[in-house]
């Protein structure tokens, strides 16, 4: 069974720091890019930051040189350590991974995009 699992969200106050981590299961293996989405009140989901197996990564423009995105890949686990943080940054924040699964029925792996359940990240003023 394939999951997901984020932590690290929270409240913190402007200009504090938070640490999200996202541990994806064994079941998905040769995993390409793993990312942060986030979501706002009344907004659209929208990517944050994301990582390739080689280490290549995308910002948002809005975090650059803020928020920094890591990953383990021998531990299936991406992390957003995300520095100055200000009340733009609140939001449900989602992991994204896009990776390959084994349909053991047919002994065949295949390449698929998974989401994490969210976790709240609130900045106040």
């Known amino acids: 069974q394939v999951q997901l699992v984020e932590s690290g969200g929270g409240l913190v106050e402007a200009g504090g720091s938070l640490r999200l981590s996202c541990v994806a299961s064994?079941?998905?293996?040769?995993?390409?890019?793993m990312g942060w989405y986030r979501q706002a009140p009344g907004k659209q989901r929208e990517l944050v930051a994301r990582?390739?197996?080689?280490?290549?990564?995308v910002y948002a423009d809005s975090v650059k040189g803020r928020f920094t995105i890591s990953r383990d890949n021998d531990e299936n686990t991406a992390y957003l350590q995300m520095n100055i943080l200000n009340p733009e940054d609140t939001g449900v924040y989602y992991c994204?991974?896009?990776?390959?699964?084994?349909?053991?029925?047919?002994?065949?792996?295949?390449?698929?995009?998974?989401w994490g359940q969210g976790t709240q990240v609130t900045v106040s003023s």
């Open positions: 994204n991974v896009v990776g390959f699964v084994l349909d053991s029925a047919y002994g065949v792996s295949y390449e698929n995009e998974y």
């Open positions: 064994r079941s998905i293996f040769s995993i390409n890019t």
């Open positions: 990582i390739t197996r080689g280490g290549n990564t």
